[in-house]
């Protein structure tokens, strides 16, 4: 381990995961001691010597293996997430369901995603080969906290890596059910190693020089931070950041299949889910159509316990996201934008969150400029097409949008034009193991999924023959 981390203080952290519904703690788990995380790493490492040498189809059984146990144990690990995290229970479960289907895709695809590339040169054979590069250190965030954690690590691991997880401290029973599954499922022991560690001691386990490369999930602030990290060291790394994804309605939009996708995109897991439906850029035409439809979508949805199978929303995962929302909207108004439905708690003692819509929104306020983590939904008025695409592209952000019209002609004509990591037509945006996901601006660099994100840390190598 670097002197850097050695030197740390060890302050015998003591992390808490917390029911957000009962706001009851769940259990604590102990910080890794320096010297634990040193023997951590180098054990990942280890593993990686003889990991990389496994063939696609030994890794892909395991990971078959790994599907299967995802399955059978989907309602206990549902739970599990939805404990922690508030999500409901359906929402959960289908989280689950989609890391099983990450890991068929991966087990089943890898060989034909890696296979060299053939080109043609001076000489007699030339082609590149993918390699992996070590240990990759991962840095996961709490809405989604398997999804999040196999999304990175299962392509990374396929390719032939060995995977380092710092997982969000509010959500470390998922963490240890994650890294049990991978011992249940056959993985050599180490292949996939849970560091109990608080965020600031991230920097120098990127510093090791054992770890090769950093995937973050997160704000754009964390990272600013690690990503400077990452680069101070010459560490490959994915960024995937947040958003503010414009959700953008022509007059010609199927209308109620607009509007309730929109409801669905915007207050799924209670709003915190970063490529969610943000700012509704609605066409002025349908525009109050649209506002007084949405409202009643809104005010019909039950709040309540996120293990009733009959709860629309759960409540948001921590208080202090809860105030920051509280603070986002309260300013915002104060600047002249109106609240329609919603913009408060239920009460003083819990952590919901009313779903909100707000209007008469514009540049400067924070529901326009800054990421909205929970259950708010902005709506402002387009003049025609290219107004709409004109606000679209008015923010840092760049992650993912959603375009709704019948004329497909126009759709591709202004996906083109919008600046995003990824353009739905006519549903909401969303993550699948077949397409790359990733965005641009400050919503981050890199891709994840697909044969982009397999290769992310790879070495991409070049073999020349004469």
């Not at 299962?154 to 998922?174: C, D, E, I």
């Not at 049990?180 to 001691?201: C, K, R, S, Y």
């Not at 850029?281 to 199978?309: R, S």
Request: some cysteine; proline content about 5%.
């Amino acid at each position: 381990m670097t002197t850097e981390y050695l030197s740390l203080s060890f302050k015998n952290i003591i992390m808490k995961s917390i029911n957000p519904f009962t706001r009851e703690v769940i259990a604590e788990y102990e910080e890794h001691s320096p010297a634990v995380v040193e023997q951590l790493i180098e054990q990942n490492h280890s593993v990686f010597l003889d990991w990389r040498h496994w063939s696609y189809s030994q890794r892909g059984r395991l990971f078959k293996k790994m599907a299967v146990l995802l399955r059978e144990k989907k309602e206990e690990l549902a739970r599990i997430i939805t404990s922690e995290m508030g999500k409901i229970i359906s929402e959960s479960v289908a989280e689950v369901e989609k890391c099983a289907w990450l890991c068929d895709y991966y087990a089943d695809e890898t060989e034909r995603l890696l296979q060299p590339e053939f080109y043609q040169a001076d000489v007699t054979k030339s082609y590149v080969r993918f390699d992996p590069i070590g240990p990759i250190y991962g840095i996961m965030p709490w809405n989604f906290p398997f999804w999040q954690v196999l999304r990175a690590a299962v392509p990374t691991m396929m390719a032939g890596n060995t995977f380092v997880l710092k997982h969000a401290p509010n959500v470390q029973g998922s963490a240890q059910a994650i890294e049990h599954l991978f011992l249940e499922a056959g993985f050599p022991a180490h292949a996939f190693t849970n560091l109990i560690i608080p965020v600031e001691l991230s920097d120098a386990v990127i510093a090791n020089p054992l770890i090769q490369g950093v995937t973050l999930t997160g704000s754009r602030r964390a990272g600013q931070a690690v990503a400077s990290v990452a680069g101070k060291y010459l560490k490959k790394s994915v960024m995937e950041l947040g958003g503010s994804d414009p959700y953008i309605v022509l007059a010609d939009a199927l209308f109620n299949e607009s509007c309730k996708t929109g409801v669905c995109s915007r207050m799924l897991n209670g709003g915190q889910v970063c490529i969610a439906a943000k700012r509704f850029i609605v066409v002025e035409d349908i525009y109050d159509q649209f506002v007084e439809e949405q409202k009643m979508l809104l005010e019909n949805l039950w709040l309540g316990d996120p293990m009733d199978e009959r709860t629309d929303m759960g409540p948001m995962a921590r208080p202090d996201l809860l105030e920051n929302i509280e603070k986002q909207v309260a300013e915002s108004v104060k600047m002249g934008a109106e609240i329609l439905t919603g913009g408060s708690r239920m009460d003083d003692k819990n952590w919901f969150y009313k779903p909100t819509l707000i209007t008469n929104v514009t540049k400067g306020m924070p529901v326009y400029d800054e990421e909205t983590f929970g259950p708010v939904s902005v709506v402002i008025p387009a003049k025609d097409p290219e107004d709409a695409v004109r606000i679209a592209n008015d923010t840092v952000y760049g992650l993912g949008a959603s375009l709704w019209t019948q004329d497909m002609e126009l759709a591709e004509k202004l996906a083109a034009n919008i600046e995003a990591g990824a353009v739905f037509i006519n549903g909401l945006t969303k993550s699948d193991p077949r397409l790359p996901f990733g965005g641009s601006k400050q919503s981050g660099y890199g891709r994840e999924l697909s044969n982009y994100g397999i290769k992310e840390f790879t070495n991409i190598k070049t073999v020349w023959i004469k």
